[in-house]
């Protein structure tokens, strides 16, 4: 009982396209070296060529390592990762991406919205205006989503969009007079709201998918030490310091339900499933509420009618005029 979760280790077509956001350290680090091993071209979707570059050349080094000795047929995996830049605080950013990957001439079989902060102690804002766990955990990648989804649907049947979402969800909660902390702020609660979002988002994106034979899934990677504390101070790393006592994986044993949800063919044909220690899990009753996860996503579409045209709402039946404009009168 409660054995460890099995990654897939089949080899995959050379030409099955995956993005991972947050590519460059901590579980995306791991998610995209084994894909890469296993022979699917991998984009690093983060903010830093050079953090990116290095990660790439400690990838190919410890490939050579993992794989010494190996007698099977195929030797040493040659790994196919590229970088391009994405930095999920700016939504111009996120827009400037997916432009220069459709340029590419690629398919798109596999979104892994990986990348994600807790904190800072105090409430901070993006450019765009918007609390940052809330643009850079969150609306950034519903925004990338929608970009990508004409790929994604190309690339169908057995494509798949995978929310890498946190147990922290259960800290949460829908108000929409607070959503971007009008009224008060606390860190745990907004990391918490912007991972019950994605949840959420699973299922408000699969109900208008249906029929697309695109697979939209999140997961809890379980207690990982990670960088995602990178912004924390003060107070917060007293949360910091709680997280990593219950820290009982490192990012491979984290990487795992990521890559079992992004590769496990058992699973094509599904959807809207949360994944938690390797395989499908409950999870919490707000994030299964049909009525909150619509307000969220008729919020999060008016977060983005500036910068979304009836070509791309049309993916998701949706039109610009029926989306009111954002009062921000009160954030």
């Given at each position: 009982m409660g054995g460890k979760p099995s990654v897939p280790e089949d080899q995959l077509p050379l030409e099955r396209t995956f993005i991972v956001t947050g590519a460059n350290t901590g579980i995306g680090y791991m998610t995209t070296k084994t894909i890469a091993q296993l022979g699917g071209r991998v984009i690093m979707a983060c903010r830093s060529e050079q953090k990116a570059t290095d990660a790439i050349h400690r990838m190919k080094q410890e490939t050579q390592e993992?794989?010494?000795?190996?007698?099977?047929?195929?030797?040493?995996?040659?790994?196919?990762?590229?970088?391009?830049?994405?930095?999920?605080?700016?939504?111009?950013?996120?827009?400037?991406?997916?432009?220069?990957?459709?340029?590419?001439?690629?398919?798109?079989?596999?979104?892994?919205?990986?990348?994600?902060?807790?904190?800072?102690?105090?409430?901070?804002?993006?450019?765009?205006?918007?609390?940052?766990?809330?643009?850079?955990?969150?609306?950034?990648?519903?925004?990338?989503?929608?970009?990508?989804?004409?790929?994604?649907?190309?690339?169908?049947?057995?494509?798949?969009?995978?929310?890498?979402?946190?147990?922290?969800?259960?800290?949460?909660?829908?108000?929409?007079?607070?959503?971007?902390?009008?009224?008060?702020?606390?860190?745990?609660?907004?990391?918490?709201?912007?991972?019950?979002?994605?949840?959420?988002n699973m299922y408000s994106l699969s109900r208008r998918l249906t029929g697309h034979d695109i697979s939209v899934f999140s997961l809890h990677p379980g207690f990982v030490e990670t960088d995602i504390f990178r912004t924390t101070s003060g107070v917060t790393k007293c949360c910091v310091d709680c997280w990593l006592v219950c820290a009982s994986k490192d990012t491979s044993e984290g990487s795992k339900t990521s890559l079992i949800a992004a590769l496990d063919e058992k699973y094509n044909g599904k959807t809207a499933l949360y994944f938690k220690g390797g395989k499908p899990s409950g999870h919490?009753?707000?994030?299964?509420?049909?009525?909150?996860?619509?307000?969220?996503?008729?919020?999060?579409?008016?977060?983005?009618?500036?910068?979304?045209?009836?070509?791309?709402?049309?993916?998701?039946?949706?039109?610009?005029?029926?989306?009111?404009?954002?009062?921000?009168?009160?954030?």
């Amino acid at each position: 009982m409660g054995g460890k979760p099995s990654v897939p280790e089949d080899q995959l077509p050379l030409e099955r396209t995956f993005i991972v956001t947050g590519a460059n350290t901590g579980i995306g680090y791991m998610t995209t070296k084994t894909i890469a091993q296993l022979g699917g071209r991998v984009i690093m979707a983060c903010r830093s060529e050079q953090k990116a570059t290095d990660a790439i050349h400690r990838m190919k080094q410890e490939t050579q390592e993992d794989f010494k000795g190996s007698k099977g047929s195929n030797g040493i995996p040659e790994l196919n990762i590229q970088y391009m830049n994405l930095d999920l605080s700016s939504l111009e950013s996120t827009i400037n991406f997916a432009r220069q990957f459709k340029e590419t001439g690629l398919l798109l079989h596999v979104l892994i919205c990986n990348a994600g902060l807790l904190g800072p102690q105090k409430k901070a804002l993006t450019d765009d205006g918007f609390e940052l766990h809330f643009q850079v955990n969150y609306l950034s990648h519903f925004l990338l989503t929608l970009l990508l989804l004409p790929l994604l649907k190309e690339s169908a049947p057995n494509s798949r969009i995978v929310n890498v979402s946190s147990e922290g969800h259960k800290y949460s909660e829908v108000k929409l007079s607070n959503i971007q902390g009008q009224k008060s702020y606390s860190v745990t609660k907004f990391y918490g709201n912007s991972k019950l979002f994605q949840i959420m988002n699973m299922y408000s994106l699969s109900r208008r998918l249906t029929g697309h034979d695109i697979s939209v899934f999140s997961l809890h990677p379980g207690f990982v030490e990670t960088d995602i504390f990178r912004t924390t101070s003060g107070v917060t790393k007293c949360c910091v310091d709680c997280w990593l006592v219950c820290a009982s994986k490192d990012t491979s044993e984290g990487s795992k339900t990521s890559l079992i949800a992004a590769l496990d063919e058992k699973y094509n044909g599904k959807t809207a499933l949360y994944f938690k220690g390797g395989k499908p899990s409950g999870h919490s009753g707000l994030s299964r509420n049909e009525a909150k996860q619509e307000i969220i996503w008729r919020y999060s579409l008016q977060c983005l009618k500036e910068k979304l045209t009836d070509a791309i709402l049309q993916e998701v039946g949706e039109k610009l005029d029926s989306i009111e404009p954002l009062d921000r009168s009160s954030s």
